[in-house]
Structure formats: structure tokens, C-alpha cells
């Protein structure tokens, strides 16, 4: 027999199906002992939602019976874009491209619409933060008139889908999500309500008529995408185009890729005519000309992108008690740390000198694998010796004045091989003075390349 206790919910009869709401030790229906138990709090889900049977075709099956096939790519015309993509564009893709204001977003996306419409594919570029006559305006400076890339200037949802259903494109730009509106939604157009429901429909439509959609997003004053954090996990892809306004170097990096790598980087060079591809920055990152003292090439990582970038320093003997330390283009913190490890572990003293420590071309360089070449930078500006044109280096630094090894060695040693550097230093040194002594050798076996100072 069933404990007798206060009851908390409706109790069932398992018997006859009788509830009740208070206990009495037995059914009061059927007088069966210890029969009555909890009922379950009905809360209305099942009763709103009928199950229906999915159709043979989109029944369940075993995941190693489910048929795979590539699925095929488009180009879109610009190579460091279809890069970044994974190889093109795949058909109902839905791709957000984000970047800071002025960046270029509607130039490259502008570029990418004449680029498909002239390889046959229809393209609709719908803005809504532009008249068509001044995307028209913009298309005849950058050589992108094309009479299968159509222009339409609107702010309503519904609007932009007649005219996906009068043009038929086979690619859809829409610039921005941000500044367009939906009926089915209320509030005004940016607000987290009507961003989701435009991305939303959009999505739809893509999937449902294998239509790839680009939609262009604004970011806030912290570099992050505006709008719901859903947007970015309702899209496939997501792309961040990124650059310095003192440079006309700019990046394009895919954050999520459904279909391919996320760690690839598109290069494009902002000129103006308009965007530009970079396929090979190398000599964008470079100095010319003879070598000069306080100068050393690094292999940078952008990506799977290996690139050399050059390290330049300059020092100046000062009595201030506080040396300056200048920077740009590398991690002040880190550079602050080489000074250190030189001063500690390699007898070359910089704490009465000005270090000026920076980058050619306007690239950041942040990671570990600058501070060997840093040093050896700083080193030769101290020493008055130049480095090799034909040397690089590769290598983070320990406090304890270690050369360590960076991710990917091999990748960054290979592309230094291909661009013409014969002298790699790196973690195979084993310590920083051991590096400084390999310079200082190679210089030797080269009197004609660097300064016998050294």
C-alpha cells in the first residue's frame, strides 16, 4: 500500500484513469489500494503542436546510408574573394559580410556583382543605403557596368523580394541588412526585431531557390556585428573586411565557413579605380634597395598565408631616465620584452638609447613569431651592422633568452625558400646570443652584403 502524503499536483488512477486532488490512500473510483500517483502538470505544448510523418524522402536513416556529394562551386569573379569562400560561391549560400564604415564593403561587393555578371550570371545588387544613381556613379569609376548586374534602391523587404522574382538573379547583394524593413515586423529598421525577420526571409529564399545571398552588416564602435548574435548563426558565412585608413591595404578573413576553411585571407589593395587583388603581397611588406643597418625580415602568418614582412629599428643614444620606446605595426609589450632578453641575455644594452621598432607597408605583425627578428632588428641598429637581403628570421623568445619554435615552422621556412631567403634563423639556434652569432657568420661569409662592423 501506497504512503499516504500531501499531494503537490493532480493524482491518476493507474487503474482506471480517475485524478483527484487530494490523497486518500486508495482509488475512490475503483477502491483499489496504492494505485493513485503523481499526475504530470499538463502544459498545453502537446496539445498545440499535431506530429505529422515525415514523407519516405526525408525519413530518418543511418548516417552512414546518407549519400554525399561536392557541392558545386561558382566563381565570383575575384580570386582573393573566392579564396576567403573556400573555392566560390556555393549555390543558397548566405553569406554576411561585416566591416567597418569607408573600409570598401560596397566596392568590393560592387566588384564581385560586375565580375559574375560578366562571367553570364545575372546579379541584383539591391542598396538601400544608396541611390542607384550614385552606385551607378561609383560602378562607372571602378569599370563595373555590366548589362546583367541590375540595380534597385529599396528599404522594404517585400519590395526587394518582387524584385528577386522579376529579375531572377542568380546572385543577390543586399547593402544593408540594417536599412532594411519588414512589414511582418514591428519597430524601425537596425532594431535587433527587424534584423533577425529580414535575415530570416532572406535565408529563406536562398535556401529554397538556390539563390547565394551576400547581405553586407555594420558593425559597432567595438568592431563586433550589430544586430542580434543570432544574424551570425542563421548565415553560412561570415566574412570581416578589415583595414588600416592610412593604408590601402585591405583584408578580407572568413570568421565561419560552413563549406570550407576559416583561416584563410583575402589581400586587396584599394587604389583609386577601385579594389584591386593582391595574390602576392610579398613585396607589399619589403624594403628596396641596398640593406640597411637595423633591418630584418620576418615570415608572417596571415591566415594559411605566408608572408615576409620587414622589421625595420632605429636607435639613438639619449640621457633622458626614461628612453622612448616607439612603435608601429608590432606589439609594444613584446618589443619592451626583446629589449629586455637583448640587454639580459645578449650584452647589447638599450636602456641609454630611443628604440624606434616598426613595420613596412602598414601591416600589424603581433605575433610571437616577430621577436626574433626584433631582435636582431634592434641588434644591428645598436651594432651598425645590415642584414642580408637573403636572411630571415623565425622565432619567439623566452625570458630565459630561448629561441622557440612558432606554428606552422615548416609553412613559413618553405615560403621563405620560394621568395629567394637561403638563410633561415630559427629555433635551430637555440638561443638568442646563438642567433646573433649565426647573423654575425653569415654576414662574415658575405663581406660585400653588410658592414664589417658587425
Known sequence: MATKRTPTAPYRCTECGWTTAKWAGRCAECQQWGTVVEAAEQTGILRAVTPVAPGAARAAQPITRVETSDTPRRTS?????DRVLGGGIVPGAAI???GEPGVGKSTLLLEVAAQSARSGRRVLYASAEESTAQVRLRAERTGALHDELYLASETDLATI????????????????????ASGLSDGMAGQPAQVRE???????????????????????????????????????????????????LRFVRALKNRFGPTDEVGCFDMTGDGIAEVPDPSALFLGH???????????????????????????????????????????AARVAMVLAVLEKKADIVTSNQDVYVSTVGGIRFTEPAADLAIAIAVAGAVLNHATPRTLAAIGELSLAGEVRPVSQSPQRRGEAARLGYTDVIDNRSGTLRAAIGDVRRRVRSRPGEASPSF
Do not use: W, Y
Not at 162 to 174: A, E, M, S, T
Not at 205 to 230: E, F, M, N, S, Y
Open 161 to 180: 523580394l518582387g524584385h528577386i522574382d522579376d529579375v531572377q538573379p542568380q546572385l543577390l547583394i543586399v547593402d544593408s541588412v540594417q536599412t532594411v
Open 289 to 331: 634597395g641596398q640593406p640597411e643597418p637595423g633591418t630584418c625580415v620576418a615570415i608572417a602568418l596571415e591566415g594559411r598565408r605566408a608572408m615576409p614582412v620587414e622589421v625595420q629599428a632605429l636607435t639613438i643614444n639619449t640621457g633622458a631616465p626614461n628612453p622612448r620606446r616607439i612603435v608601429n605595426g608590432v606589439d
Open 96 to 98: 554576411l559580410l561585416s
Open 198 to 248: 529580414v535575415a530570416s526571409t532572406l535565408i529563406r529564399i536562398a535556401k529554397d531557390r538556390g539563390l547565394p545571398v551576400i547581405i553586407v552588416g555594420h558593425v559597432t564602435k567595438d568592431g563586433t556585428i550589430a544586430g542580434p548574435r543570432v544574424l551570425e548563426h542563421l548565415v553560412d558565412v561570415v566574412c570581416h573586411f578589415e583595414g588600416d585608413r592610412q593604408t590601402s
Open 77 to 81: 569573379g575575384v580570386g582573393e574573394f
